[in-house]
């Protein structure tokens, strides 16, 4: 089956630098890669994804990008502040399937 | 609109007890999930409703009893809980098969096993 890894665990930024969070799936056909963000006692929220058939996308100061060949996708905020602070998973879905594979969390903390 | 609503937000029930969890959607979703998620931790599917049937239990031990009354609303049972089910509870909701694979989660149910 499926299995994401992500990486790192746990990211510090000042506010203003940008934070990029990178996960490698391993079944080269999982086909759609969304990324939530889950703040303290709330349910995860789904703020960006991607399908395999494009290599990047963008949304305000947040971006996606997908690299098929490596099995890899990234997040990339730019210009943090401190409400981007939260947790961040990643996931990967295989084509039919309807369970999302989640890696394992990425703990963002955004200092003023 | 992409809300998921979850009642309640808290329970604490004793091993004993038989509570159900609620959760609703009105965007015309077809598909409905419950996830359980511990602390630090990613969530972890339990169930998935796919036009109002159960399509995949993920070997979820029988204390937990889904249900899928109609399109907008699911249930889960709870009945004879062990401390080690005390977790954050999640429903989400997607089109279903048919349509995008977006899901949305609802703010989920803290749940304590006594």
């Known amino acids: 089956g499926e299995n994401v890894e992500q990486h790192p665990s746990t990211l510090s930024v000042q506010e203003g630098d940008s934070a990029v969070i990178k996960c490698t799936y391993s079944?080269?056909?999982?086909?759609?890669f969304p990324w939530y963000k889950q703040e303290l006692g709330k349910g995860p929220q789904l703020i960006i994804d991607i399908r395999s058939n494009v290599g990047e996308k963008k949304d305000q100061r947040i971006a996606v990008t997908l690299n098929k060949t490596a099995k890899h996708f990234s997040l990339h905020i730019t210009e943090t502040q401190p409400e981007d602070s939260a947790v961040y998973f990643c996931?990967?879905?295989?084509?039919?399937?309807?369970?999302?594979?989640f890696g394992t969390g990425t703990r963002l903390l955004v200092s003023p | 609109d992409t809300e998921v609503t979850q009642t309640p937000k808290h329970l604490v029930m004793g091993m004993t007890n038989k509570k159900s969890l609620k959760c609703e959607q009105h965007m015309g979703h077809r598909a409905m999930y419950w996830y359980k998620q511990k602390a630090k931790k990613p969530p972890e599917l339990m169930f998935v409703y796919s036009y109002e049937k159960l399509s995949i239990n993920e070997s979820v031990p029988s204390r937990f009893s889904p249900e899928c009354p109609n399109s907008s609303l699911l249930n889960l049972h709870l009945h004879a809980l062990q401390p080690e089910d005390s977790a954050l509870y999640l429903c989400a909701s997607s089109q279903g098969k048919a349509g995008g694979p977006e899901q949305y989660f609802g703010p989920g149910t803290r749940l304590t096993v006594t």
């Open positions: 079944d080269s056909a999982s086909n759609y």
């Open positions: 996931a990967a879905r295989l084509p039919g399937f309807q369970k999302l594979v």
